[in-house]
């Protein structure tokens, strides 16, 4: 179907004027074809324009072509009505730059390959000749090269003799940079870009024969390369060699000879292995060498279009003079006997970089493996210095994309089909003046651009490229295209979707472009990338970096990655150091507690009048306890300063921090046990440092308490214990109702439970809740008769024992579980003992003075047998001078006179009355929060009865409840200071005394509630007393 005038005629126009892009013309055009509608009708259909623009572009339309008719026939009287055409002579010669009157080299003859085109190529061919006719340089024709009568052609002010009238002869275009054997050992030659291209001149005006350049030798002469580049032919990147020496180019008649002695002798074909568009690849064995070699064929022969001859020399000159590692070498240059041209090249063997995206999209492991991040850019950067090297000489590709780049298996990457490359300088007809055909290229199609054309493929394209308008196009045009592969190589994905040709060219020239981190989030592009890409594809061309720049920048970012990467296994060599001295020092730590433990217990066994032969064993040991803490403080140090070193690589590297604050944490923790306050501070500080996130709660230390009771009537109070004047008081007291009391959120920290039922003793229950930690809460009443006036009730539950590193004799931090049980308020005293000594010395005298205080086991007693009382009375003084009362601590007995005591006790009240296990005595003295002290972890001497309690010559003893302070969590007095008490432990297997507590004459080193220290069953001391346990329930 031909197109009607009046739309012919209105799709000219509004190419040409209204800058209606070409495809949304030819979508329009072949909508009209489909539904009958007009031209303007389609477009309004479309939406590509509103119905009063397409009214006032039609009346446009009329008003030109009548007024250009108008003017035709005044200037040609001669000439027929109607559209002049630029395919026969003009009268008004004056226009065409002082010419004669020469035909212009246009088609005169039907185009052959009309006659079998389909009905949409039809209406292409007659838009191109309605552009032709709507120009307003009909009038006023264009510098196309035209041949008058004596023989001279001319384009623009350049002319060549010796051209008929109706055969060109083009000057001869060297090829001694194609040639095998002249291409080796010259320099790279430089394309210019001062003369027009051969495909300005349209020889098919001439002759038939003409068609194809290859079927006459003077044809196939080429407008020679020569001079210096044109003022402002090419942009600011183009540059030539400081000593860059202009090198004839060689002619091709030899070597494109009809014959094909040469293709036959040397070339042996192996069969073909690729096919394009314009050519097909063959495989082929190279008998003067010896090697395989890739030679391609333009398709068609002579009978190929002007447009595909041109396009496959365009290919051989730009690849044949651009000597790059990246660009692949042209080694031979010929015609198959059949007559089709050919040129050889070297065989590559690899993939496209289409291929590998689409591979490493797909998650193909071994694509994964071998293609990582930092080898597809060092790719890219060699693609990137070749397109920088055919800059520098005056060409650009004008179709990179990953599918036109090949990598091979030993780390090449070659840049291929050069098919679309352009010489900067050279003119090039617009798209829409030449062929207006679209070639609609997929993502990765093999298939080549055709000339004349939109050139590229969409998604990689310049927003200046889908212009279909040559002269447009720069360095910068191949640098768009160069961050389209960029892009696609952070994100494995195209700029844009394919969406179909129109959407995607019109996203392109909106530059509506997701930026890659954007498009990919989850592969973590850097931030640097990401710019250099956007910049390499801003949508102006001058504010693109050149293809030189943005190669060198991203050997600048390789450079950083490359030692982000040794920076990355150093820092991962030394969390492995680190990790492993972290593992050293806590295998240190059980070694130390173990030979510690050793240590002890031959203490133990050792007297200290032994030998020195005896004490060498554990002396060993002592030694090797000294070696082990000297080397766990080592092994610490090591593990701190390998994290340290891995940040100093990597700064923010989160497993170095984690480690560190792992690490501080545990020095945190053991500062904390041990209740070294300066510790937990320095400690806590560090691991806050380090701390991503993790050990935050932890820090923060809130812990949950949840309480249960036996009876649902305990009226609940809770106090929380805060350091006043160095001694732990309660305060902020709250009342938590009725039990049972439901979990709920409480801060780290010492509290007492104020547990009050009616009827019943108020029990006080200490409670210790420590970081993160859930505590639950059993309250068991006792009654008063059950437990008695004259003790304390202490509730089961776990309690904090040993741990002090400064009170001698001192146990492992440890948590245990202790049963309810109860111990006396006070010190047996010296009333409560004298009772037991009288009743015995009514029954037997010499038995009751065995169990009389004494300085020393067998003599020294106290106290004296008075005849007349019959009974035994205290002196008035006591040998180191002080008053004897009966309310002082009673003292000088041993373990054997305490047990003595509590069997006549026992007989007497009928009470479960025993001493009490040092475990239950500890706990009943501080608590369950590990304190140090009765009242806390600070010691004064004034409170309790200890040394330096009194402003005297010389320390005595005094009543027991004297010192107030001296009062645990459950009530108990005087545990720190009066004396020390006998209280039962396990030695081998048997039973023990243990000394606990400090004593009148003590320094306040003895006065710590962890203080221990192991005697024997007759051991007798002025400062050891007892105090009574006994079982309840």
């Not at 741990?803 to 109860?822: L, M, Q, S, T």
């Not at 009490?916 to 500890?922: A, I, K, L, T």
Request: charge should be negative; aromatic fraction near 6%; glycine fraction near 8%.
């Amino acid at each position: 179907m031909v197109l009607r005038p009046e739309d012919r005629a209105l799709a000219a126009h509004l190419i040409r004027r209204a800058a209606l892009p070409v495809e949304t013309v030819l979508a329009a055009l072949e909508d009209s074809a489909r539904s009958r509608r007009d031209l303007g009708e389609s477009l309004v259909h479309l939406g590509a324009m509103d119905p009063q623009k397409v009214v006032a572009f039609r009346a446009e339309v009329a008003r030109r072509r009548e007024g250009i008719t108008e003017a035709r026939s005044a200037s040609s009287p001669s000439a027929p009505a109607g559209p002049a055409r630029r395919n026969g002579f003009e009268d008004d010669h004056d226009t065409w730059f002082d010419m004669p009157k020469v035909p212009l080299l246009r088609d005169t003859d039907p185009d052959p390959e009309l006659e079998s085109a389909s009905e949409g190529e039809i209406q292409l061919a007659e838009v191109r000749e309605a552009l032709d006719e709507e120009d307003d340089d009909a009038l006023t024709p264009r510098p196309l090269t035209a041949v008058g009568a004596e023989g001279v052609a001319r384009v623009g002010s350049r002319e060549w003799d010796g051209l008929g009238p109706t055969r060109p002869s083009v000057p001869a275009f060297d090829a001694r940079a194609v040639g095998v054997d002249r291409f080796s050992g010259l320099e790279p030659t430089t394309l210019r870009a001062d003369v027009p291209d051969v495909s300005l001149i349209d020889v098919e005006t001439v002759s038939s024969a003409a068609r194809d350049p290859w079927s006459d030798p003077e044809a196939t002469r080429l407008p020679e390369l020569a001079g210096p580049y044109p003022s402002g032919a090419l942009d600011e990147t183009t540059t030539r060699e400081p000593n860059e020496v202009d090198v004839p180019l060689e002619p091709l008649e030899e070597r494109l000879a009809p014959s094909g002695r040469r293709m036959d002798e040397r070339y042996r074909m192996l069969g073909e292995i690729g096919r394009g568009g314009m050519g097909r690849i063959l495989c082929a064995k190279d008998a003067e060498i010896g090697r395989e070699v890739a030679v391609k064929v333009l398709l068609g022969g002579n009978d190929a279009p002007d447009s595909m001859v041109r396009r496959f020399w365009t290919e051989v000159q730009a690849t044949g003079q651009l000597e790059h590692p990246s660009i692949i070498p042209i080694h031979d240059v010929g015609r198959l006997p059949s007559g089709e041209p050919f040129y050889v090249m070297k065989k590559l063997s690899g993939r496209t970089l289409a291929e590998i995206l689409t591979d490493l999209e797909g998650g193909d492991q071994p694509t994964v493996e071998e293609f990582t991040r930092p080898r597809l850019l060092t790719i890219f950067q060699q693609i990137a210095n070749a397109v920088a090297f055919a800059h520098d000489r005056g060409v650009i590709h004008r179709d990179i994309k990953p599918a036109n780049i090949m990598v091979g298996r030993y780390g090449e990457a070659i840049l291929i089909d050069w098919g679309l490359a352009k010489v900067l300088g050279r003119e090039e007809p617009s798209v829409d003046l030449e062929e207006p055909r679209v070639e609609l290229l997929g993502r990765y199609s093999a298939a080549e651009t055709q000339s004349g054309t939109i050139t590229g493929t969409p998604q990689y394209m310049s927003p200046e490229a889908t212009e279909g308008r040559p002269e447009l196009l720069t360095n910068r045009s191949d640098v768009y295209g160069l961050g389209a592969v960029l892009y696609e190589i952070l994100t494995l994905e195209p700029p844009y979707l394919d969406l179909g040709f129109v959407p995607t060219v019109m996203k392109v020239r909106r530059g509506d472009l997701t930026p890659p981190r954007e498009r990919a989030p989850h592969l973590a592009i850097p931030e640097a990338l990401e710019e250099l890409c956007l910049r390499a594809m801003a949508h102006k061309p001058a504010e693109r970096p050149r293809a030189g720049e943005l190669a060198a920048e991203l050997g600048r970012i390789l450079e950083g990655a490359k030692e982000r990467e040794r920076r990355g296994r150093e820092a991962k060599a030394r969390l492995r150091a680190g990790r492993a001295s972290v593992e050293r020092w806590q295998m240190l730590k059980v070694e130390l507690q173990t030979a510690e433990a050793e240590a002890k217990r031959l203490g133990k066994e050792v007297p200290p009048w032994a030998d020195v032969a005896d004490k060498q064993r554990i002396w060993a040991v002592e030694d090797r306890v000294s070696e082990l803490k000297i080397d766990a403080v080592g092994a610490f140090e090591e593990a701190e300063a390998d994290f340290l070193r891995a940040l100093g690589e990597v700064p923010d590297d989160r497993e170095a921090r984690s480690a560190l604050a792992a690490l501080y944490h545990a020095r945190f923790g053991e500062a904390e046990r041990a209740r070294d306050r300066e510790g937990q501070r320095y400690y806590r500080s560090l691991v806050a440092r380090y701390d991503d996130g993790v050990w935050a709660r932890v820090l923060e230390g809130d812990g949950t308490l949840e309480i249960t009771a036996d009876h649902d009537d305990v009226a609940l109070r809770l106090a929380r214990l805060e350091p006043r004047d160095r001694v732990l008081e309660p305060a902020d007291e709250r009342d938590l109702g009725m039990a049972p009391v439901e979990r709920f959120e409480i801060p780290i920290g010492s509290y007492l439970l104020i547990c009050h039922r009616p009827g019943e003793r108020t029990i006080l229950r200490p409670v210790n809740v420590g970081r993160a930690e859930t505590v639950q809460v059993h309250l068991s009443f006792r009654s008063g008769r059950e437990v008695g006036d004259d003790f304390v009730f202490v509730p089961g539950g776990t309690a904090i024992l040993g741990g002090d590193a400064i009170a001698h004799g001192a146990e492992e931090r440890r948590v245990k579980d202790i049963p309810d049980f109860c111990i006396a308020r006070y010190p047996v005293t010296c009333d409560e003992y004298l009772a037991f000594i009288n009743a015995r010395a009514r029954e037997d005298l010499q038995a009751a003075l065995r169990h009389v205080p004494r300085a020393r086991a067998q003599e020294g007693h106290y106290w004296t047998w008075d005849e007349s009382r019959h009974s035994f009375v205290y002196p008035e003084r006591s040998p180191s001078g002080h008053e004897w009362t009966g309310s002082l601590p009673v003292a000088g007995i041993s373990m054997e006179d305490a047990e003595a005591y509590i069997a006549w006790r026992r007989d007497l009240t009928g009470e479960r009355l025993r001493l009490p296990e040092e475990d239950e005595w500890e706990k009943a003295a501080r608590g369950v929060d590990g304190r140090f002290f009765p009242w806390g972890d600070h010691f004064d001497p004034t409170f309790c009865k200890m040394k330096n309690s009194r402003n005297t010559p010389y320390p005595e003893p005094e009543p027991v409840g004297t010192f107030a302070t001296d009062t645990s969590p459950y009530g108990a007095r005087d545990m720190a200071g009066g004396v020390r008490e006998i209280c039962l432990t396990e030695v081998d297997g048997e039973r023990a005394p243990v000394m606990r507590g400090g004593c009148w004459a003590d320094t306040g080193l003895f006065c710590r509630v962890a203080f221990r220290h192991i005697t024997k069953p007759d051991f007798v001391n002025t400062g050891l007393g007892f105090r009574l346990a006994k079982d309840v329930g």
